[in-house]
């Protein structure tokens, strides 16, 4: 075989593996999401006429790369980023009534913040699974909101707090 053959099943052997572990991970997050995460963003999208930001695929990549280096103790993240959120479009009910109807009984509220007058919301939903804590983040300013969830070691997060560092990379100044 020649040198540019073997280059030409190399570049295409880590293609089929970067294309398998996305399909990979957008699957497990599907399958671990919840209907809540979706319930809201399809609330929002159909209530303030929003559109998803596609990121150019930064936010599957970034998934990918929560899921293989496991940050701060995060195991799995899924987000959706919601623009031009209509804020004068007549709705029966405000954006907590949204939130807080889209929310399964199986999450706990943790965080209820509302700015009206400065166009803030924010719902921080936790519940137990397992060894771990799922997490449910809700934001808007303005014309923009985020949709998170994220599945935490409690213990990793622990000791990240402690010793913050990525990849052996300390992150912050340590005084």
């Not at 280059?7 to 957008?26: H, K």
């Not at 159909?46 to 701060?72: H, K, W």
């Not at 899924?78 to 623009?83: D, E, G, Q």
Request: overall charge neutral; proline content about 4%.
């Amino acid at each position: 075989m020649s040198d540019d053959t073997r280059s030409g099943l190399a570049a295409l052997g880590i293609g089929a593996t970067v294309i398998f572990l996305t399909v990979a991970v957008m699957t497990t997050t599907v399958v671990a999401g919840d209907n809540s995460y979706r319930r809201i963003v399809k609330d929002l999208r159909t209530t303030y006429g929003a559109t998803e930001d596609t990121l150019y695929g930064a936010g599957v990549m970034g998934e990918l790369a929560v899921a293989l280096i496991r940050p701060a103790g995060v195991s799995s993240m899924t987000f959706t980023i919601l623009r031009g959120l209509d804020q004068f479009r007549k709705s029966e009910h405000d954006f907590n009534q949204i939130v807080r109807s889209a929310v399964e009984a199986k999450w706990r509220p943790l965080v209820v913040y509302s700015a009206p007058g400065e166009n803030q919301w924010t719902h921080v939903y936790a519940q137990p699974d397992g060894s771990h804590i799922l997490l449910l983040v809700v934001t808007r300013s303005r014309s923009d909101a985020v949709v998170v969830q994220a599945r935490i070691n409690p213990d990793k997060l622990s000791a990240f707090i402690d010793n913050p560092q990525i990849l052996g990379v300390p992150v912050g100044k340590h005084f």
